[in-house]
């Protein structure tokens, strides 16, 4: 029912609602609003099927013909160069309309594929953003991961714990050789349900960890908090980035203090046992 130009209608009836008992100049860059608010004053509303726009009408309607100063409206072409008063007030206008709730570029590109499922070089021209961040987000909503493995049980530890949901993750990595060139497990544990995800790589560099976060975050969501070591791969300028891209805040654990890692060590030592089982 909502359109652009309702909204445009109703900032032109919020403006006679203002300044009902002043003498009042409305510059509008709409010619819908512009001929929806010019022959108003004379002009005789008929019943339409859009409820919403109908209620515009009667209003702005009622509000003109109960003016007692007088009202000019004026139209001007929008994004003009033009100097003056009016097209600078107007370019004032559009700056504060596109800038008022609206995210980000990277926000806007997520909301976008999730609702689209555009690919990453769509992504990439409609918001410019780089490739490697619309990879990112097309790798993230896409990946599914099925798992027949039991759950592993939850672990008692004097490490805190989120209270609700995705608060705090827990990271870390460990080395399993029988898996070959995929022998580096990352693991990352959500200590809120401990619910557990662990990925194959070839590696444990910079560019090995946030493709292992993509993972988990596909399935449980984006976690406000995940606390890793001090490993090289973990303090890397590139995982800074990614981190500051999704909202995501980084903690490392006191250097040389196995205990801060507690939790993701004892999963660690868990999963390996379930993996000799098999």
């Known amino acids: 029912e909502g359109s ?3 909204t ?6 919020e403006a006679f609602k203002l300044f009902a008992m002043e003498l009042l100049n409305v510059v509008v860059d709409s010619k819908y609003v512009y001929g929806a608010l010019l022959p108003l004053e004379f002009a005789f509303i008929k019943r339409l099927n859009n409820k919403e726009l109908f209620n515009l009408f009667v209003e702005s309607a009622q509000l003109c013909n109960a003016r007692t100063e007088k009202c000019f409206v004026m139209h001007v072409r929008s994004h003009s160069n033009l100097p003056g008063t009016i097209t600078e007030g107007n370019a004032i206008a559009d700056r504060l309309t596109a800038t008022a709730h609206l995210p980000n570029a990277l926000q806007q590109a997520k909301i976008m594929h999730e609702f689209f499922h555009n690919n990453a070089k769509s992504l990439m021209k409609l918001f410019d953003i780089t490739l490697h961040q619309a990879t990112d987000i097309v790798r993230m909503n896409h990946r599914i991961i ?11 530890t004097a490490v805190p714990r989120g209270l609700c949901p995705n608060e705090i993750w827990h990271s870390d990595l460990t080395h399993v050789p029988e898996f070959g060139r995929l022998k580096y497990i990352h693991l990352s544990i959500n ?26 975050t596909a ?13 090289l791969g973990y303090v890397s300028t590139s995982l800074k980035q990614f981190f500051k891209e999704w909202g995501i805040q980084h903690v490392t654990g006191i250097p040389h203090s196995p205990m801060g890692q507690s939790t993701v060590k004892s999963m660690q030592r868990t999963l390996k046992g379930m993996i000799k089982k098999q």
């Not at 445009?8 to 009836?13: F, K, R, T, W």
């Not at 099925?146 to 008692?156: D, G, R, W």
């Not at 200590?191 to 988990?216: I, N, R």
């Open 4 to 6: 652009a130009q309702i």
């Open 8 to 13: 445009e209608l109703q900032a032109g009836v």
């Open 146 to 156: 099925e798992s027949k493995v039991a759950p592993l049980p939850q672990t008692i």
């Open 191 to 216: 200590t809120f349900s401990s619910f557990v995800v662990a990925t194959a790589h070839t590696g444990e560099k910079a560019q090995d960890v946030p493709s292992h976060f993509l993972c988990p």
């Open 219 to 231: 399935i449980l969501g984006i976690p406000k908090t995940i606390k890793t070591d001090n490993g």
